[in-house]
């Protein structure tokens, strides 16, 4: 009997194993069905498991290559889709109460590309309410724990994948990044995220009630996986174009030799204070990028604590307004309810519309100093978070844990004001047997550079075992 552990380690060694019939669709979807069944009860990362339909999909998929058919480069790749993102097989829940039964009539353009590719969805993975928090708990599945240690956070929103790819529950986990939801879970469980740039990935289909402006300007769908070329795989089958989502586009290229091989380095963002061990992190990464050729300079972004400041109290503003009650139509659930009162009061939202409009205007200012820099310094490493990951709920608790666990992400959330590619993965594991990680910045469309860099890194990087769930 096949089991996880017989598989090939990545998703793009089960899809060419798939192809070549070296192994069958049916067997990989099996054997990451019993790991589901062994694991995910001490997780809760997956909220629902697909077990009859993946298993009839595997089965076409097997027939459909045995006809000669190609079934495509992600075939019997198993995959997970966040409660947020459209799957018909199941209510699209974003992790609240009052969408429970919420069953989309079709599939997000993301989750058609990847079945197209031949992948096999085989869990939705938990969200808190709405993607707003950075962990992951609401009162319709309750908490996702982190695999490695559950006194820690395994960080938000899109945390339900980012476990079920770190225990091998799946190969990919598709998530969504509006202030670091993909890099943060990706660094808490030992895992790759990639925040895609703004419209190079379909989002949501437009429904008649509108989309809030930082929904549009900040929120991107993108991958999780346990390697940097399973991302790339996984970004090269869900790009490009969709009529429903008037953000996404067919974009440029930046090629990776169209730019110096410089890499600009933030060890602290702003000075504000890092753990030690995610200063190592950085220097290991940046050591690894040294001596794979790159030049290494020492850099402070532009305008850094600005850009932070204001995804922030933009993000705080349309949070009030769309995720109200009276909107809503029913009250967010108690975590939800916590996070957006103490955020929303440590932000300072703004009270008008000329206010508003001004942040808005001054984003421009800060995105063309970051083009410019982009334009010499095309890629900057730095942390994910500058703390270890913290405890469960550490994002609750009144406005200094709101402040605090804003100011930990002021490096990743400035990448999703300006729309910036970034990269998480791991770097090994402290010495409280944890995984460390960094992330790497580009310009804008330039994900193959990100990539080359993010390859360096992973290449001087022993892969992590499976978490000792």
């Known amino acids: 009997m096949t089991t996880s552990s017989d598989l090939p380690p990545d998703a793009r060694a089960i899809g060419s194993a798939v192809r070549r019939g070296q192994i069958s669709a049916v067997e990989v979807t099996r054997a990451h069905l019993e790991r589901i069944a062994a694991v995910n009860p001490h997780v809760n990362a997956l909220t629902v498991v697909f077990e009859e339909r993946a298993l009839a999909l595997a089965a076409h998929l097997d027939a459909a290559r045995a006809a000669g058919e190609d079934p495509g480069p992600l075939a019997g790749v198993p995959i997970s889709v966040k409660e947020n993102i459209d799957l018909t097989w199941s209510a699209t829940t974003n992790g609240w109460r009052g969408l429970a039964d919420a069953v989309p009539a079709v599939d997000a353009a993301i989750v058609r590309r990847m079945r197209k590719a031949g992948a096999v969805p085989v869990g939705r993975g938990n969200m808190p309410d709405f993607g707003m928090r950075w962990d992951t708990d609401n009162d319709l599945f309750g908490r996702t724990l982190n695999p490695w240690d559950a006194g820690r956070s395994a960080g938000g929103s899109s945390a339900g994948d980012a476990v079920a790819v770190a225990t091998r529950m799946s190969a990919i986990g598709l998530g969504n990044d509006f202030g670091g939801s993909l890099r943060l879970p990706a660094y808490a469980a030992g895992v790759c995220g990639l925040r895609p740039s703004r419209g190079l990935v379909p989002r949501a289909a437009v429904r008649e009630s509108g989309v809030a402006l930082t929904l549009q300007s900040f929120s991107v769908n993108g991958p999780l996986a346990r390697r940097v070329d399973d991302l790339e795989l996984a970004l090269d089958v869900v790009r490009g174009w969709d009529a429903d989502d008037p953000v996404s586009l067919e974009a440029p290229r930046v090629r990776p030799d169209a730019r110096p091989r410089r890499v600009g ?205």
């Open 265 to 469: 380095v933030v060890r602290d963002p702003l000075g504000w204070g890092a753990d030690e061990q995610v200063l190592a992190a950085v220097d290991r990464a940046a050591a690894s990028l040294s001596g794979a050729g790159w030049e290494i300079v020492e850099i402070e972004p532009p305008l850094l604590e600005e850009a932070a400041v204001l995804w922030r109290r933009l993000s705080c503003t349309d949070m009030l307004t769309s995720l109200a009650p009276e909107v809503l139509g029913a009250p967010l659930g108690r975590s939800a309810t916590r996070f957006l009162r103490d955020s929303t009061a440590a932000a300072r939202p703004y009270e008008t519309a000329a206010e508003y409009a001004q942040a808005w205007a001054r984003s421009a200012v800060v995105a063309a100093r970051w083009r410019r820099l982009l334009l010499e310094v095309p890629l900057i490493l730095g942390p994910v978070s500058t703390s270890r990951m913290r405890e469960p709920d550490h994002d609750l608790g009144g406005t200094d844990a709101a402040d605090r666990a804003w100011r930990d992400l002021r490096l990743t959330v400035a990448a999703n004001f300006l729309g910036l590619p970034a990269l998480a993965l791991p770097t090994g594991l402290d010495d409280g047997g944890l995984p460390t990680g960094v992330q790497v910045i580009g310009p804008m469309f330039g994900e193959d550079l990100v990539f080359a860099a993010a390859r360096d890194i992973e290449a001087a990087v022993p892969p992590l075992p499976a978490p000792p769930v």
